[in-house]
């Protein structure tokens, strides 16, 4: 096997269809996807390793697996030093061949490059990892059951068959009263959102949220896809995704000024706009990137499981490089819940998420 460990000594043409063809992939493990976190220094440490081996039938070597994360960056020191960690959105891209040995060496290579850099690594996994556990498992990860639900968009007849009854009235009741969608808004409209969505990370998800540079950038790329719910001239809500043609759409972000305006249901009619573009699209899937741990009560899963999902669990995988740091974020997350506010907030929530929904 041979290691690659920087984007140039991966050949773009196989990375292309690895992507094409793996079971797990996810445009978080793309080229496209690297690029954009490697344009955000100020944001993300952006790391790339990938593998390959010998195809017995040509004796060539070949791409078998690809792994795209970032380190985050914080601008406080004193947050960096508790905060480091490294994520791997939708989990390491892998031939669906792919053997144990070389999952194992992929991932050992990819801890000993993190070890000094991270006080964890995390695999947010959006497909289905299992066949590789033990892989895992022997390169020093733990598994950690998380739910997410997978929504069939083969067509919008199946989308609209699988909703739920209250999901329809309030998206009926929603279009009756002359809420749009805007599919290419402008930065205006765009700084609009992200003031509806930073006030909901603020008083109620309570964890950081990325700046509006990055979503400014994020209308820009070529795989973003914001559709904002406008209402009498105004946005009151919205849900940004990326975009995987022909194969997924995953939702990153949505909000809305819910129970502000009579028979409007902002964020309900975002997430089905989501939905509807990707039937219309040609995506099959539509990702709703989580919906929190099989033992939590979790509101959010509530209102997703009336979209007419799938309930999946493919949990995530998570190696702790600084056990010390790492159990000081946790007494911070436990001291966030019982007392809430100050710096332990702050340091806390940065332990266990950043920027996306959970």
């Given at each position: 096997m041979q290691l690659l460990t920087d984007y140039n000594s991966?050949?773009?043409?196989?990375?292309?269809?690895l992507i094409a063809?793996?079971?797990?992939?996810?445009?978080?493990?793309?080229?496209q996807a690297y690029d954009f976190f490697y344009s955000q220094p100020e944001l993300f440490t952006t790391f790339v390793l990938g593998i390959t081996n010998t195809d017995d039938s040509t004796g060539k070597q070949r791409l078998r697996g690809v792994c795209v994360g970032y380190v985050t960056v914080e601008k406080n020191k004193l947050k960096q030093f508790f905060t480091r960690r490294a994520i791997i959105i939708g989990g390491p891209l892998l031939a669906n061949d792919a053997t144990n040995e070389e999952v194992e060496f992929l991932l050992s290579n990819l801890n000993r490059r993190l070890r000094s850099k991270a006080i964890y690594v995390e695999t947010r996994n959006f497909n289905d990892y299992s066949k590789w556990r033990?892989?895992?498992?022997?390169?020093?990860?733990?598994?950690?059951?998380?739910?997410?639900?997978?929504?069939?968009t083969f067509s919008l007849e199946t989308v609209d068959a699988n909703l739920g009854k209250s999901r329809k009235r309030d998206i009926r009741t929603t279009i009756r009263e002359g809420v749009n969608i805007i599919s290419n808004p402008t930065e205006e409209q765009v700084k609009e959102f992200y003031s509806i969505l930073n006030h909901l990370y603020t008083t109620r998800v309570k964890t950081p949220l990325f700046p509006l540079s990055f979503f400014y950038a994020l209308n820009r790329h070529p795989a973003g896809r914001f559709l904002l719910t406008e209402y009498k001239g105004h946005i009151i809500g919205g849900t940004v995704c990326v975009e995987l043609q022909g194969k997924c759409l995953y939702e990153w972000f949505v909000c809305g000024e819910d129970c502000v305006y009579p028979h409007v249901f902002p964020s309900c009619f975002a997430t089905y706009s989501g939905i509807k573009y990707a039937a219309e699209h040609d995506c099959p899937r539509f990702d709703m990137m989580g919906a929190g741990t099989p033992k939590e009560t979790y509101g959010v899963r509530d209102f997703k499981a009336k979209f007419g999902g799938k309930l999946v669990e493919h949990g995530r995988f998570i190696k702790i490089n600084q056990h010390l740091l790492y159990k000081i974020g946790e007494m911070g997350v436990r001291m966030m819940r019982n007392f809430g506010g100050g710096i332990n907030l702050n340091i806390s929530a940065l332990m266990k998420k950043d920027g996306g929904r959970s």
């Open positions: 991966i050949k773009q043409d196989e990375w292309h269809d063809k793996s079971s797990v992939a996810t445009w978080f493990q793309t080229q033990l892989a895992f498992e022997n390169a020093g990860f733990e598994y950690q059951p998380h739910l997410n639900f997978h929504i069939d």
